[in-house]
């Protein structure tokens, strides 16, 4: 106990050594603190948005590969990769739920056929016919998805497949009260909010499609949903991309194809998967269980961290500033307690004289060390908290206005006025000239100073003191005490 | 020199065949060599001898600063090299030194409870001890709370005197204890010294040149420069 009494002593008598080690180990506890709290906010907000943005898996035809084995400048080459690309072995719905049993994988695919209306009207009040058609795979008979029809009737396989409610780029409008107790049984869907007001459709309403046998197939309506997501066509149609898709469960889809030999399905695997570090294992996997070599998975990996890349790079940014700040502090404490044991220098010789032994000696420095660190961290904390929030957002704001700044000067390149906004006429567009959205998730971080954050300071403090004591244990070892009083005599 | 028949049941420590040589010093070259001394309880002792001739190296010798190399000291029937040096030196004896080596920053009085906590010894109002030693030893009161660098040599050395008695050691060691103080105050210390040896039954052992020390001594050890 007398040790710490001497300690307090000590410190309250040696006022100016103390204070300046106090505001060194105060500067460092400030940073950490602002530096601590960006990176964990950082994290949180980044493992959020990870979370809440599903990790999808697709199946890509790596037409580069196959192209590769051939010399298509002849008649022979094309002949060959004509050959190929017919027998390529498409997958089947059935290959897609073989490929889905694995642990990696915790829901699936989606599958697509298309029909005619037979109740309903198509929405369309088109300027010009959308190019292109439905994305995904092949048919689950080998051919391309016939996009001449009225409608896609897409079924899901799972909730959690069902990606575009989870990220919000479709939202329910109105629903009816048992909805998700029948969506994944039997003939009932959900149909886009432009398609009921077209139809004037309501919730309850049966629905007819056609194939194009004219064979019928009821539906009744369950869900009414509102598409979010901005249209990259809005030139050529009034409706949203998904006016005319109508949602249902896949085996009410397989189902009607499996009956119907004139309806040419397309199996859309979409596959969520668990990490994205278990891309190349389930590739293995997918090829193992007889995937063709043709095909390539791919991730949405890319997209989800561009969203967060400004936040990545505050919270590197605070990374590298912490161990710089605890490196050069760390240092300047460990020479600042050098200079102070060779003052007191003395006082050990003095203590071991009138027996005070080497270990609660140097249990008496290392508490006066950690008595100043702890009343320096709490400032240095506080401190830290009040302006950790100002700090990280004036730090996030200028980092997206460097990646607005840097994308406006590439659209300036290409002769882009500043005033065009949007992908107007037939300006490109730039938002994907990266291959990546350049629109953040977050325009904040506000860092808070939370328990893990004073949890993690006080670990750092505690490493400071004992790594700034070691100056003191050492010459406390080495010191004689007869050698200290000699030379002070 | 003085030297009395020696009482064998009142010896308290005893150097035997004590050799000392640093480590860094050649084969043959000794500090202190082959030396033999008896100190009693209730007796003064001077040590004398000129520069180079060990004075200090057997002071730290009996003040456990330094084990010696060669033989034995033997303190109240146990070797110092069986014992722990550090409690042997906070609880069995008190050390005073010439240059006083208190704590600057600390007043006189936390500088004697700070022997008395370090002692480990139960004292029950350390305040009214270190009082009580201060008054001992020729301090008023009113020197308790003052830091001891705004005092002067004599009064230092009376606070370092204080100190080494504030947990009842057996034995007081004194290393040139009146070599920075006046003839007065240099007299006035040795009659403490005497009082602590013929009245308290404590051995004191005073390291010295001063010849008025010697006088004052009950037997004087002379040392000689090992050839």
Known sequence: MFLFKNAWISITRNKGRNILIGAIILVIACACTVTLAINNTASDLINSYSNSYEKELTLTFNRKEMMGNFDIRGEEGREQAKERFENIASYTIDDVKSFADSKHIESYYTYSISLNGNSIEKAEIEVETPPGGFGGGRGGKGQMQNNSMDFSLTGYSSIESMSEFITGTYTMNEITEDAWDKAFNGNYVFINQELADYNKLKLNDIIKLEDTNENTYEFEIIGIFEDNAESENQMMSMFSNSANTIITNADAVVTIDTENENITGSVNPTFIIDDYKNTETIQEEFYKKGLDETYMVETNQEIAEAAVSSIKNIKSFAKTFLVITLLIGGVVLFILNMINIRERKYEIGVFRTIGISKLKLTIQFVSELLLVALFALVIGAGIGAAISKPVSNSLLESEIENSTNSQQEMENNFGRPNEMQGNKGNIPNFNKMQGKPTVQAYDSINAVVDMTVILELLVIGLSLVIVSSLASMISIQRFSPLTILKERS | ?227
Do not use: W
């Open chain 2, 1 to 227: 020199m003085k030297k009395e028949k020696r009482n064998e049941e009142n010896i308290l420590l005893s150097i035997k065949n004590a050799s000392y040589r640093y480590s860094d010093a050649e084969k043959d070259e000794y500090a202190l060599k082959d030396i033999n001394y008896d100190f009693e309880a209730g007796k003064i002792y001077a040590i004398r001898g000129r520069s180079g001739s060990g004075k200090t190296t057997l002071l730290s010798l009996i003040s456990g600063l330094e084990r010696c190399t060669e033989g034995s000291v033997i303190f109240d029937g146990k070797d110092l090299k069986n014992i722990n040096l550090d409690t042997y030196r906070n609880s069995q004896i008190g050390i005073v030194f010439q240059s006083y080596n208190l704590l600057p920053y600390m007043t006189a009085s936390e500088n004697i409870i700070l022997s008395m906590d370090a002692s480990g010894k139960k004292i029950k109002n350390k305040k009214q001890k270190a009082l009580e030693l201060m008054e001992s030893v020729g301090l008023k009161e009113n020197y308790a709370n003052r830091k001891v660098l705004r005092l002067s040599g004599g009064e230092q050395q009376r606070i370092a005197i204080a100190r080494s008695l504030s947990y009842n050691p057996k034995m007081i060691i004194a290393d040139e204890p009146t070599g920075n103080l006046d003839k007065q105050t240099e007299s006035e210390i040795l009659d403490i010294f005497k009082r602590l040896a013929h009245e308290e039954g404590k051995c004191v052992i005073i390291v010295t040149h001063s010849q008025n020390v010697c006088d004052a001594v009950d037997e004087i050890y002379d040392l000689k420069k090992v050839k």
